[in-house]
């Protein structure tokens, strides 16, 4: 029996304690929803009774108070290890909402009253409306600093135009949170974000999900024809094309996507192992039986410790950099830590879900045997932007070789 990841503070401790009474609710009706291709809207039905998509928000304002990356981390995890496909959805809300928690705070160090109000007021009305934002940031051929999704002014607000792909959670969400580009009072081309109610005029979630694994997840593509929002809808915004800005905005999102591939992992093993202790007395016992689990033993350790690492590396970042982002040179460093991570665990975990079908043997590779599904659905965030593997290979190797990241 080996350790596993555990929360650092008593609200990320709470918070896991939530994720594992979900997860052991959302595991028995996990094949059914894989198997037909549906949506489970009974289980985003519990996590919003739960408010576990607040989980980040300060209590003041309704939310759970986590604000550790680490213990966000470790929660999602335990998530998936009941139905990853859920798991996936939400944490790109949560992405979402600690970029707006990580906001509210700097302007609260810096004393920015009218912003931090500003940000507040958004907070609670998540938490009101129970609010649930699915992502719409991936697009075909994508340049990922420059969105071809566009925000151009209107006299009501804006008017979003473009189409976007594997929007995960999105028969469930209340709004999109999507990346466009967009003219600046200065003439320039910036990045933002739009959130776009999901009963928009001219919103289009096309029901086209169709694929290996994570058949649950509701990752359609969505298309915004002349969608118009108002003027408050279009938030943040860097120059398009700087990398800085996108790392910062994502530095968390691939340990993310990466705590997805572990849950999917530990579940696989967990699986292998109760499938080996159900055999025949001396099963356990061979040699090359020992040595397979003793593999996986070592992989799912090393994997653990990376990811804790990568979260704990940003959480020290928050703490040593209260008033500010920090310097583009502390993010793509640890935007690549955070991507190396990302890689690793994913690579890792593939090894590990095959290496648990093996164990398992030939009734794990049945149709219906969560070790069949998690060796489809482990598969997917190689995939997942940022960074799907061929750009952070590119990535990670441009920054180990003291180059310039680039993300194009």
């Given at each position: 029996?080996?350790?596993?990841?555990?929360?650092?503070?008593?609200?990320?401790?709470?918070?896991?304690?939530?994720?594992?009474?979900?997860?052991?609710?959302?595991?028995?009706?996990?094949?059914?929803?894989?198997?037909?291709?549906?949506?489970?809207?009974?289980?985003?039905?519990?996590?919003k009774?739960?408010?576990?998509?607040?989980?980040?928000?300060?209590?003041?304002?309704?939310?759970?108070?986590?604000?550790?990356?680490?213990?966000l981390?470790?929660?999602?995890?335990?998530?998936?290890?009941?139905?990853?496909?859920?798991?996936?959805?939400?944490n790109?809300?949560?992405?979402?909402?600690?970029?707006?928690?990580?906001?509210?705070?700097?302007?609260?160090?810096?004393?920015?009253?009218?912003r931090?109000?500003?940000?507040?007021a958004?907070?609670?009305?998540?938490?009101?409306?129970?609010?649930v934002?699915?992502?719409?940031?991936?697009?075909?051929?994508?340049?990922?600093?420059?969105?071809?999704?566009?925000?151009?002014?209107?006299?009501?607000?804006?008017?979003?135009?473009?189409?976007?792909?594997?929007?995960?959670?999105?028969?469930?969400?209340?709004?999109?949170?999507?990346?466009?580009?967009?003219?600046?009072?200065?003439?320039?081309?910036?990045?933002?974000?739009?959130?776009?109610?999901?009963?928009?005029?001219?919103?289009?979630?096309?029901?086209?999900?169709?694929?290996?694994?994570?058949r649950?997840?509701?990752?359609?593509?969505?298309?915004?024809?002349?969608?118009?929002?108002?003027?408050?809808?279009?938030?943040?915004?860097?120059?398009?094309?700087?990398?800085?800005?996108?790392?910062?905005?994502?530095?968390?999102?691939?340990?993310?996507?990466?705590?997805?591939?572990?849950?999917?992992?530990?579940?696989?093993?967990?699986?292998?192992?109760?499938?080996?202790?159900?055999?025949?007395?001396?099963?356990?016992?061979?040699?090359?039986?020992?040595?397979?689990v003793?593999?996986?033993?070592?992989?799912?350790?090393?994997?653990?410790?990376?990811?804790?690492?990568?979260?704990?590396?940003?959480?020290?970042?928050?703490?040593?950099?209260?008033?500010?982002?920090?310097?583009?040179?502390?993010?793509?460093?640890?935007?690549?830590?955070?991507?190396?991570?990302?890689?690793?665990?994913?690579?890792?975990?593939?090894?590990?879900?095959?290496?648990?079908?093996?164990?398992?043997?030939?009734?794990?590779?049945?149709?219906?045997?969560?070790?069949?599904?998690?060796?489809?659905?482990?598969?997917?965030?190689?995939?997942?932007?940022?960074?799907?593997?061929?750009?952070?290979?590119?990535?990670?190797?441009?920054?180990?070789l003291?180059?310039?990241?680039?993300?194009?």
């Amino acid at each position: 029996m080996f350790l596993e990841l555990t929360p650092r503070t008593e609200a990320g401790a709470r918070l896991c304690a939530l994720a594992r009474s979900l997860s052991d609710q959302f595991s028995g009706e996990a094949a059914a929803h894989d198997r037909d291709a549906t949506y489970p809207h009974e289980h985003v039905e519990s996590l919003k009774q739960a408010g576990y998509f607040a989980a980040p928000i300060p209590p003041a304002f309704g939310g759970h108070g986590v604000d550790s990356i680490h213990d966000l981390i470790v929660a999602s995890t335990i998530l998936a290890r009941g139905n990853p496909s859920v798991a996936i959805g939400v944490n790109m809300h949560l992405i979402a909402v600690v970029n707006m928690v990580r906001r509210w705070w700097i302007a609260l160090a810096r004393g920015d009253e009218r912003r931090a109000n500003g940000i507040a007021a958004a907070l609670r009305e998540i938490v009101d409306e129970r609010a649930v934002f699915a992502a719409a940031i991936s697009e075909p051929q994508q340049d990922l600093t420059r969105p071809s999704t566009t925000a151009s002014r209107v006299d009501a607000g804006w008017r979003i135009d473009g189409r976007k792909i594997f929007c995960t959670m999105s028969p469930a969400a209340t709004a999109l949170y999507t990346s466009v580009t967009f003219r600046g009072d200065d003439g320039n081309e910036r990045y933002g974000y739009a959130f776009v109610p999901t009963d928009a005029p001219g919103l289009t979630v096309h029901d086209d999900w169709d694929a290996l694994g994570m058949r649950a997840s509701g990752s359609n593509s969505v298309s915004f024809d002349g969608v118009t929002v108002a003027s408050s809808a279009v938030t943040g915004g860097f120059l398009a094309g700087e990398a800085a800005g996108y790392m910062e905005r994502n530095l968390a999102a691939g340990l993310f996507h990466a705590s997805a591939s572990l849950g999917i992992a530990e579940s696989a093993h967990s699986h292998a192992m109760d499938s080996l202790k159900s055999r025949a007395a001396g099963a356990c016992e061979a040699p090359s039986t020992q040595a397979m689990v003793a593999e996986s033993a070592i992989e799912l350790a090393a994997a653990r410790a990376a990811l804790a690492r990568g979260a704990s590396l940003i959480d020290q970042h928050h703490e040593d950099h209260p008033t500010s982002h920090g310097s583009p040179e502390e993010l793509t460093a640890l935007f690549g830590e955070a991507q190396a991570v990302k890689t690793f665990v994913n690579d890792t975990s593939v090894r590990l879900v095959d290496r648990a079908l093996t164990l398992a043997g030939g009734r794990g590779y049945l149709n219906g045997h969560p070790i069949a599904r998690a060796y489809r659905d482990v598969r997917a965030s190689a995939f997942m932007n940022p960074l799907a593997t061929g750009r952070a290979h590119e990535f990670i190797g441009q920054v180990a070789l003291g180059l310039e990241g680039s993300l194009s």
